[in-house]
């Protein structure tokens, strides 16, 4: 029985894409919201004995995760022989501490709903920093892809000579991965955040770069702050448009204008569909989740 691929709102390319990719078939799912904005859900494709798989992409996740929940629940009520989640985009990673007495540490309860709900896990590049492997937070079998040979393809592509800088000490990991990668030198800078959108950055080590083109690389591009004051503080000291080069491209509060307006370039893979999602990281989603699939 081949197994079933079924895309929440929003996800629809990358489910279909997936279920072409895996030779699985394409589930339909009806979700709407009532009036007094619960849930309707209804599974349309049968699933019982079947290996089922929901691809969400989780940015903007409070709006998504009951509904996702729903879902897994109910296929597996309708007979759903596994279900698993294909996030490209697995959101409540940074969180991973309390860094303020009496906060949430909300990776982990994240961790703990969605392992409560599914048997596997697929995703790209998750924000691991103080943890150094999902199995520290999730219960579930978690399978990781990194994007970093996909972001050094682009780069590979571009004419003239470009390096790579990372805004900040979180971002090294990235940048040091795809300069490997594709074979071209990186700097860390430093940061300090005061705020969600409050950041500052110290740029050192610039001098041997002069007249080529800055490439800032980070994992993710939430809010845009940081990358927005790297681009201004780049162009003022005289460098050429930089381009912002990211696995997620979360762009929120219209953050993509802001970097172009600013004189910066925004290319980001397709873990979050967006004009700027570029690079196609279908093919490393569907490698991981045929792992998984083959498991069972
Ligand atoms: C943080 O550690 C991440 O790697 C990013 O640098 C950060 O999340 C970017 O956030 P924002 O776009 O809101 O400045």
Redesign the pocket.
């Known amino acids: 029985m081949k197994p079933v691929i079924f895309g929440m709102p929003g996800n629809e390319a990358a489910a279909s894409a997936l279920s072409r990719t895996l030779g699985a078939a394409l589930g339909e799912i009806e979700h709407r919201q009532f009036p007094d904005g619960e849930s309707y859900l209804r599974i349309l494709t049968p699933v019982s004995g079947a290996q089922v798989a929901l691809v969400c992409s989780l940015h903007e996740p409070d709006n998504k995760i009951l509904a996702l929940l729903l879902a897994a629940a109910a296929m597996k009520d309708l007979g759903a022989s596994s279900v698993g989640l294909i996030a490209p985009y697995l959101a409540y990673m940074?969180q991973d501490t309390r860094f303020k007495d009496g906060e949430a540490v909300t990776s982990r309860e994240f961790a703990r709903l969605l392992s409560g709900s599914f048997d596997w896990i697929v995703t790209i590049d998750p924000?691991l920093?103080r943890y150094t492997s999902m199995s520290e937070i999730y219960r579930v079998p978690v399978g990781v892809g990194h994007a970093a040979p996909v972001l050094a393809d682009y780069l590979r592509r571009k004419r003239g000579e470009v390096f790579l800088i990372g805004?900040?000490e979180?971002?090294e990991q990235w940048v040091a991965a795809v300069g490997a990668s594709a074979g071209v030198p990186y700097v860390v800078m430093r940061k300090s955040r005061r705020g969600?959108r409050d950041?500052s950055i110290t740029f050192s080590g610039l001098e041997a770069f002069g007249g080529q083109r800055p490439v800032l690389v980070?994992?993710?591009?939430?809010?845009?702050?940081?990358?927005e004051v790297a681009v201004r503080q780049l162009v003022e000291s005289g460098f050429a448009a930089p381009i912002c080069l990211a696995v997620h491209g979360i762009l929120a509060e219209n953050?993509k204008t802001r970097l172009e307006s600013a004189g910066a370039q925004v290319v980001t893979t397709n873990t979050i569909p967006g004009p700027a999602a570029k690079l196609d990281v279908v093919p490393l989603l569907a490698e991981l989740a045929e792992v998984e699939l083959a498991r069972k």
């Open positions: 940074r924000h920093h805004p900040d979180e971002s969600d950041v980070d994992d993710m591009i939430s809010s845009g702050h940081t990358m953050a």
